[in-house]
């Protein structure tokens, strides 16, 4: 019986081993979006992309949509668990930077964005369009301004600006398109919205589901159905008021545990290594384009002619009328 003992304390001995070795592996923290952390979203190959490299363990954290992230930090404050966020955009920068909780990046690059860039604070990684998208065979003419939504009887699904980036961002857009009638534009799109959901995965899962005719989302979305399931029935609607862009971002903490690695994460961001993931994951263009070139099948998508966008300031003083704005016209 004696011999019983070796084998358990041998197991025993290569399981405190183990723990030791995972005790002396830093661990990198980021809060991002839900989608993001999905199994079909980016994180599972950005994960495996950036421990190979960084000697560490990747720790991705979905908080709900992309505005829930900065409700989140602001709750929580230099207590916050992050080295990293991850999925803000331009219409919360200003906002974020004035929390102080953020560090610079230090990168230094060069972009392939329709915007020049220069935010010591914030870095992006993909951006785009956002529009209506419907299902040719079930809409096969959408209307092709927020006009001929609102004279229309079709059902929309939108998502909240308050906890969703696709949200803001609708607000925004109306907002840049109509400035002192959006409130009117408004209370005209409130028989025309089914419901308002929580964030962006909720809403497109209604749509595919047929509750609704269209679903705000963005001009890339399509190219998922086309190229992951060989479906070339989602199209975007273009609308001649234009349409408002999107820059995603990240940005490091102030009180992050891991600055140096924080800093290599932010490196790898701007790399092919992260940037070739994000237009058959995140569905959306790349910051910069890797070496192979976008996907077959992007050039399909719709280029509006004319692309809206507040500055990160005017987006920050803007919000509070807007989404009052926006409450009341669809309390009509």
């Not at 909720?202 to 679903?215: I, K, N, R, S, T």
């Amino acid at each position: 019986m004696k011999h019983a003992k070796y084998p358990t304390i041998a197991a025993g001995l290569l399981a405190a081993s183990a723990l030791g070795a995972a005790a002396d592996t830093p661990v990198l923290t980021i809060y991002t979006y839900d989608s993001f952390v999905s199994s079909w979203g980016p994180g599972p190959a950005v994960t495996e992309a950036f421990e190979a490299v960084c000697d560490c363990e990747l720790n991705l954290v979905g908080v709900g949509d992309g505005a829930a992230l900065l409700a989140r930090l602001q709750l929580e404050g230099e207590r916050a668990a992050a080295d990293i966020v991850l999925g803000l955009d331009t219409n919360l920068t200003a906002r974020a930077a004035a929390t102080g909780l953020f560090a610079p990046h230090d990168v230094e690059t060069e972009f392939d964005l329709p915007i020049a860039w220069d935010d010591p604070l914030f870095l992006p990684f993909d951006w785009g369009w956002f529009a209506f998208v419907h299902d040719r065979e079930r809409l096969p003419e959408p209307p092709g301004s927020f006009a001929e939504l609102i004279a229309s009887d079709l059902d929309i699904v939108i998502q909240d600006p308050r906890s969703s980036t696709p949200g803001l961002g609708l607000l925004m857009w109306v907002e840049a398109a109509f400035g002192d009638e959006a409130p009117a534009v408004w209370e005209g799109l409130a028989p025309r919205v089914l419901t308002v959901t929580s964030g962006w995965s909720e809403a497109y899962g209604l749509f595919l589901e047929g509750e609704a005719d269209m679903v705000l989302s963005y001009t890339t979305s399509p190219a998922y159905h086309l190229i992951a399931e060989d479906d070339d029935s989602k199209a975007a609607a273009a609308f001649e008021e234009g349409h408002y862009m999107q820059v995603e971002v990240a940005g490091i903490l102030a009180s992050s545990a891991q600055p140096e690695l924080a800093r290599q994460f932010m490196e790898f961001m701007v790399s092919d290594a992260f940037q070739s993931v994000i237009p058959t994951t995140n569905w959306m263009y790349p910051a910069i384009i890797p070496a192979e070139g976008l996907p077959e099948g992007f050039e399909t998508l719709h280029q509006p002619e004319r692309s809206l966008l507040f500055s990160a300031e005017e987006a920050a003083e803007r919000r509070d009328a807007a989404l009052d704005a926006w409450r009341d016209g669809l309390a009509q």
